[in-house]
């Protein structure tokens, strides 16, 4: 008898993107909400990395309206200086989102190895962020949580922020007042409560730049109350040496990031063109460097891993349900789901960034152009949820609430009918991250697309994640700084 041969399965490139038009290559990153893989596509051979995030976690999470607003703030998101969405999709059990892939790692992993950085590789980095910050400003998008481990680098040394969890719009109108981030680098006015806006980016770059020169943050504490109080009280010391460290230029620029009046805050007045105008950067060629062909101070050595090997073996040995593409169940009944699942259904809608144009799913104000997030409008302040003298590393708090009923929209379910929802949840995410225990690296960040074809199986890009490598359980030593 002739062996039985099963033919494989005719991939559609031309029907709505999902999980096997990609080859799944290694497992990069871990965190709360979900896990990174590099993916490669089948038919484009280009290399990406895929977040994908467990519903049923989420739910138990209370995090479902976070992961909606994430994949619409990055489908709006188009920036050289941003981990860029490319894909998005769904099946049964997973929330996908393609984006671009840094091979270089963040700026964590990188820290963590060096100790500190030298005053021409901070000054670059720290161009490259205030340019994308301003970008995503001028959209009315603040980040909330800028720190070096949602910063990563391409395979040739540029800086891209990444992890938009807590991002939300704003509205100059409406401040907003939760309480969201990372608290080491919160600013004084979002531990206050009395209201914010762009402002805390800039505040977070400052103590960025400070921690990539020195080494440990300027702000410290062995408790959440201790690190508030250093924040909003403490004076910015410098290290006694700083004068054959780096230059006043460097100290200035700082000292103008971690100002406390946000009136006064280096890029809350004008935003990138005080950056241009400040002497730090007057060797800073700004239009070449928005048009990257200024050559980055360092290039990550492609020849190695640049992210924590650990993933690919937890992925391999401890994963109860490893990924793999799955076909959707079209006989589901759409009305019979929970309510945060039919939310999935419903708002967390495909994306393709070859087939369709970016737009916001931010409404423009009826009192001008200022535009408010439809989930977050409602949702902006968590004023009874006080700071935890004892909060866990990557404990998230969110409160649920009715979605506002202008984004209750009619959708194409699975099985292709159109659906309605009865009921939906919206949640600004409350985070008391504990200042001594920083994420690992990578987190659920993305490590995106260069737009270069590779081989399934690169080993050049890839060498290092071999299965024999040691497991190490990497103590994070800016924990202790």
């Avoid at 659920?444 to 040691?470: H, I």
């Amino acid at each position: 008898m002739g062996a039985i041969c099963c033919k494989p399965e005719v991939i559609d490139f031309d029907g709505p993107v999902d999980l096997y038009h990609f080859y799944l290559l290694r497992a990069v990153g871990k965190g709360a909400f979900g896990k990174v893989r590099v993916v490669q596509h089948k038919q484009t051979k280009d290399l990406y990395a895929l977040k994908y995030i467990n519903k049923a976690k989420c739910i138990k999470m209370r995090a479902v309206s976070n992961i909606i607003q994430e994949r619409r703030l990055l489908e709006e998101i188009d920036s050289p200086f941003v981990c860029n969405l490319r894909y998005a999709f769904q099946d049964d059990e997973n929330m996908f989102m393609v984006l671009d892939l840094m091979l270089g790692g963040d700026l964590r992993f990188h820290l963590d190895r060096t100790g500190n950085m030298s005053e021409d590789v901070v000054r670059f980095y720290v161009a490259e962020l205030a340019l994308g910050l301003d970008y995503l400003h001028r959209l009315q998008i603040v980040h909330r949580d800028l720190k070096p481990d949602n910063v990563l680098l391409d395979e040739k040394g540029h800086a891209h922020l990444t992890d938009f969890n807590i991002a939300v719009h704003f509205s100059p109108r409406r401040p907003l007042t939760s309480i969201a981030g990372s608290m080491a680098y919160m600013a004084p006015e979002v531990l206050t409560k009395r209201g914010y806006l762009s402002s805390v980016d800039w505040w977070s770059l400052g103590v960025v730049a400070y921690e990539l020169l020195f080494g440990r943050r300027p702000f410290r504490g062995k408790t959440n109350s201790a690190l508030t109080h250093s924040i909003l009280n403490d004076r910015c010391t410098f290290p006694e040496n700083v004068e054959t460290i780096v230059s006043r230029e460097t100290v200035s620029c700082i000292k103008s990031l971690l100002e406390r009046d946000p009136r006064k805050r280096l890029g809350c007045r004008s935003g990138i063109d005080e950056f241009k105008t400040h002497p730090w950067f007057a060797s800073i060629d700004w239009p070449a460097l928005e048009a990257k062909t200024v050559t980055p101070p360092f290039e990550p050595d492609s020849k190695k891993a640049n992210f924590d090997a650990t993933h690919e073996l937890e992925e391999l040995l401890l994963e109860d349900n490893p990924l793999k593409a799955k076909k959707r169940n079209g006989n589901a009944d759409f009305d019979a789901l929970p309510p945060e699942m039919r939310q999935m259904e419903e708002h967390f809608l495909p994306f393709d960034h070859l087939k369709q144009r970016r737009k916001s799913y931010f409404r423009a104000s009826s009192h001008g152009n200022e535009r408010i997030s439809q989930i977050s409008s409602t949702t902006h302040t968590l004023q009874d949820q006080p700071l935890s003298e004892t909060a866990q590393p990557g404990t998230e708090v969110g409160r649920l609430t009715p979605i506002p009923s202008q984004i209750r929209t009619r959708s194409i379910s699975p099985s292709g009918s159109a659906n309605g929802s009865s009921s939906g949840y919206g949640v600004e995410r409350y985070s008391e991250k504990d200042q001594l225990s920083v994420p690992p690296a990578s987190a659920t960040s993305v490590v995106g697309s260069s737009q270069k074809q590779y081989s399934p199986l690169s080993q050049q890009q890839f060498g290092a994640m071999e299965l024999n490598a040691k497991v190490v359980i990497r103590l994070n030593r800016s924990s202790l700084m």
